[in-house]
Structures are given as structure tokens and as C-alpha cells.
């Protein structure tokens, strides 16, 4: 039963991504929903899909606050059937916003200041 | 068969299946996401910026009107439960973080506030992150403290306290307990300066500027600072702060979960516990109890002057090694069919407790966290004479159905004078039943709502956070009085049935809110 269990619960891990790479910015302002694109390295990165790499264009002028990389069962077995010639993965990446405004006033017709 | 959705280069629309919140708990079927812009040069907030995305708010809110579809405001996505969310338009406030520091010329002439808060107070656009407004009030040019939040900071100034968010802070309430006014904008045409009668903030030419109708009114205010989202979109809030401050902040890890300990809980009172009572009164306290082991970790942070020297630095930090991203929803996973692993898992993690003290800002204390998917997070608050009784009906539930991958974070919050606030007991013993998602911990958090029902003891639920409230307990929780005078007051703020409609969501349709 034991080991039953054992198999059951490796089954469950194998459906999800093999392996998880995060780089953040130090003070990470994340703004709206996080975005997803297949990329892929071909021939040992001579090549690259999409070229040159995923472009964050939800973006827009803005940075990103967070990128994930993943990679999931198939994306692994297809690396190790092409004994890395093709590796996908896919990366996920929240937009940062733009740096808060400076502050200011509202004229009450007294006092302007702050 | 409308058109398309009509965006501009300060009101964006995105076409999108679904939406997810922050923790990867909910996923929501939508019609898509408009995002309102602040003006692309960022200029200084004024009643003319703020206008100008009043007017595109309300143009989403029209929107969604004349398509007969459903709009939710939503800031950072952060809450674990669906009260945030719709099945219709996501209205994406993070873009839209201005503010104002509110001057004594600002200020009505009736504002009862004390001389310290007269020198503190800001008005914050809705998009703010808690981070964001703890790095610039924390800063020299203002030297301020927020006076409670929750444990992180990511969410937004009205996310979070439209939600009930809360932290330990020992004679305070919540986080919407800081705001004394805000400016609802209640459908496409209406919009409203709310504070209540007895605390009157800002001159009625302040509303004017802005195009609000100024309402003083106890009701309204103490309904519309507690509503998820349910009164409209809430665009800005004004916040009372304190002067900035430092913590000393200390950890007990492990201590036996003894009849000491217990004596603390139940009166929140450090003078009952050896190893507290010559140190002083603290200003957070937090007990964590892991009812795996019989023992529990003390949070503990005291008061201290600001030091002229300390730089706060909110920046986190690259650890050796630790749990990734996704860890718990594995471990979720592994622990469906390996329950006999949960208890030494948190003795490990017990055991992995960094029991260093610490110095710092509210925001640095507060601050960054790694991020992490599937958290089980529930939270009940019962009545400090309740609180053992509680804890004992918890601990013989994890026996009856467990172990549960659950641990119980203890807090302690203040009254809230808002009519749905969670924190509705003279001072509450939150119970945050923290850890990972899976079945087990789901029927944990539907079952413990049933124990205690059964037992009589009288509860409220945390409105975002991972909930049971059936109409009829929250009316039992909040009394009739309450929940229709909340009632009452959206009606009376939101009088056309069809803008009603708009700000309604399946969370409300089922705790009988959308009345």
C-alpha cells in the first residue's frame, strides 16, 4: 500500500513542471495579470524561438517585476529525447508599473503646500 | 452584437478568458480587463488627474452597464477568496497610484482629529501598493508610520482594507480602521466624498474639485469602508498616520504550548507569560501554534523611537536555498496521499525558524515577501472568551479528520466600527489557519466553520480569505441590524437597480448581499 501511495503521489509531481527558475526585482511592483509564452532553444542555442526572445510587449514602456521560467514534464522529455538539441520551456513574466507619481495638491482655497 | 470594447491610451481593454488571483487559488472565467491609466506623464496628482481617471473608470463602468455584464475593481488580486472578483469586467486599478498629502487648508473646520494626525494625513489613489505607501510616508520628507497592516505588501491600499485585512497591532483595529474618508465613484454618472457625521475630514471644496457629492453619514461610511467592492469602485481613500516608529522584533521558537501559553491567549497580555512580562508592552503580538507537535512560535515586536541613523531598506534578499515558488502546491499534492508526513513537515519547518531579532520600519518588518502559490489561508475571529474554547474545538477537529497541513496563527485586532468588518468583537482573537491548499485543508476550513457553529460560539469570517458564510451565519455573526443597514446603505448609494447589478458578484449572491 506503501508504496502505492509512493507511485500515486511521483505520478502527481511528474504533471507538474519539473523545474521552476524566479528572478525578481528587489522591490517588485507587479501590476495586473502575469503573462505566458512558449520559448524555445534550438541547436544547443544557436537558435532561439521566439527571436531574439520573448518580447514583454504588455508592457509596454514599462519594466517587468517578476519573470518565471518553467519547464514541465513534456517540454523535459522532449530536451532529453533531442538530447538537448530542442529545449522549450515557458516563461511568465509580470509587468512593473510605473514609478508613483509625485505627489501633490488640491486647492481648497486656503492653503496651497505639502 | 456590441461592438468592440472602446479603449484609449488611458483606458485599455484586454481580452482575456480568465482571471487569476494573486495565490493561484481562484480562477475566474471573464469577459476581460480594462485598465485605467494614470496621465502618461505622471504629473503631480491633482483634482485634474484625479478627475480624469474618475472619467475613465466610469467610462469601464458604462461599459459594462450597457453590455448588461458585471464589473469588480480589482487592485493586486491578493485575496484568497472570490469577493474580488467577477464574471464579467476586471477593472485593473494598479495603474493608478496618486497622491496628495491633505493640508491644514485641506482640512474642515470640525476635524476632531488630534494634532500629531492633523500633520498625517494622506489621500491615496486606489492602485497604491502598501509597499509603495509605506516607502514614501516612512521616508524623512515625511517621517510617518502606517499604524496596522497585514504581514505582506502586496496588495492595495483598497484591496486590502476593502477585504478586512488585519495584523496583530495590541490596541488597534484593522487596516480600514486608518481611513477617515473616501471618494466612492457609485456607477458611470455618481460619485460620493464619504466620512462619517461625527468625524468630519476635509472641506466640502475638496469633494467639489473632485466632483463628489459630499455625504457625512455614520451609516454609510462604516457600510461603504467594508464592502469588497460592492458599492462601486472605491478611487480614493484618506488615511490617518502616525509618526514613523521602529520595531524591535523578536521571535520564541520553540516554546511549549503549555497552560502559560494558553494564559496568553486568551488575554493577550504579556504580563501572564514568564518569558514576556518584564520586557514591556508590546506592539504586535502573534502566537503560532502548531497543533502537530504541542508546541508554537512567538512573534513579539516592541516599540521604538526612530533612530536618526537607520536608512530602511525594503529590498529582498537572495537566501542560500529554501522552498521555491510552487513548493506548496507540490507538497499539497504529496500530502493527499502521504498524510502521515504532515507532522514532521512542520516540525522541520518549526525547526527552520529564523529566531533572530530584528530592527525596523513598520514597512521593512512588513515588507517583500517570496512569493508562493496555492497558500491555504482561512481566518475565523471570535470573542477573547471564546478564544480557548476555540483553539480547543480546532485541535480536536485536526484529531477528528487530520492532521491537516494547517497551522493556527493567532492575532489580536480591535473593534471596527464598519458594519461587516470582521474585526466586529470588543478585541478579537483572529485564528489564521495558515498553510498549504488541498483537499484537506479546504475541508478543514468548511468544517471548522461547522464546529463552531455547532458549539455556539459566535464567529465572523475574514471576507478575503478562503470563507463558509452561508447567509444565515453571517446574519447570526453581524445581527440583523447590521447586514441590513449595509444593505440599506447600498441601495441608498447605488439607487439604479441596473448599477447595482453591476457591482454584484456570484461571493455576494451567495452570503445574500446583492439584495
Redesign the interface.
Known sequence: MGARRAMIAAALLATTACAQYLVMAPEPRYSGQPHSKNISSVLYGTGASPHPGVVAAECGADQLAMVRLTRDFGQWFLTTLTLGAYAPATVHYYCARPPQPPGGTIDTGVEIGG | MPGPFPQSHTLRW?A?RN??N?HQTVVQPIAG?Y?PH?PPD??????A??NSCTQDIQQAVKVAKDRRLRLRAVG??WSLSQAGVTDGIIL?T??L??????????LDPGYRGSADFRTGLF?FQC???I??VN??IEGDRFKRSLRTTGAAN?QTIVGATATGTHGSALGFGAAHDQIVALHLLAGDQKQYWIERASYPV??K??AD??GAELIRSETLFNAAVMSFGSFGVIHNVVIETRPRFLLLAETLAPVPYDADLRRLIETADVANYPALKDKGRPYFLQIVVNPHGGDAMINVMYEKDWDAAHVPD????AGKVGP???AL??IG??F???RGAIPPFFKLVGSLVDTRTRTGSWGEIFG?KA?QTKVASGSVAVAMADALRTLDLLDQLNRDIGPVPLVWGLRFVDRSPALLAFNRFERAMVVSLDGVSNSQSERFFRMSADRLEAAGIRYTQHWGKTNAFPPERIRRAYGHDRVDAWLAARHQLLPDAADRAVFTNDYMVRRGLAG
Do not use: C, Q
Open positions: 484586454r482575456a482571471f487569476t494573486w480587463i485598465t494614470y505622471n504629473p503631480p496628482t491633482s483634482a488627474v484625479i493586486s488580486g485593473d494598479s495603474r497610484a496618486g497622491w496628495i498629502k491633505v493640508t491644514e487648508g485641506n489621500m492602485g497604491n501598493l509597499a509603495e516607502k514614501l502586496g476635509v472641506k471644496a475638496l474639485a473632485l525594503y529590498r529582498l534578499r521555491g515558488y510552487d502546491s507540490l499534492r504529496f493527499e496521499t502521504n517583500y512569493p
